[in-house]
Nanobody, 120 residues
Framework: QVQLVESGGGLVQPGGSLRLSCAAS????????MGWYRQAPGKERELVAG???????NYADSVKGRFTISRDNAKRTVYLQMNSLKPEDTAVYYC??????????????WGQGTQVTVSS
């Protein structure tokens, strides 16, 4: 069984910073692309940032220059460093990973979500 466990959300004032973490565990053969998505109330889930196994990255225009995605392949963990946070960044943030398990089955997995609230 494979699972993604997120941590690091919370309440922060505008202009502040947070760091999200997401660790993959279980019967894993390999972890390929990883990413962070977010969903605000009444809106569709959107891609925030993605990173490949060789650390190529891409970002939503709304977060470029403020957010940084990184990963530690040995720990099977992806991070999202969020700086200069704005109220419009408020959302539930979800980790996503493309994983091949030990049965050689490949599919995307999702974390449980972590709330990020930016408010004064």
């Amino acid at each position: 069984q494979v699972q993604l466990v997120e941590s690091g959300g919370g309440l922060v004032q505008p202009g502040g910073s947070l760091r999200l973490s997401c660790a993959a565990s279980g019967s894993i053969f390999s972890v390929n692309n990883m990413g962070w998505y977010r969903q605000a109330p009444g809106k569709e889930r959107e891609l925030v940032a993605g990173i490949t196994s060789v650390r190529s990255t891409n970002y939503a225009d709304s977060v470029k220059g403020r957010f940084t995605i990184s990963r530690d392949n040995a720990k099977r963990t992806v991070y999202l460093q969020m700086n200069s946070l704005k109220p419009e960044d408020t959302a539930v943030y979800y980790c996503n990973a493309d994983i091949i398990d030990t049965t050689m089955s490949r599919r995307p997995y999702w974390g449980q979500g972590t709330q990020v609230t930016v408010s004064s």
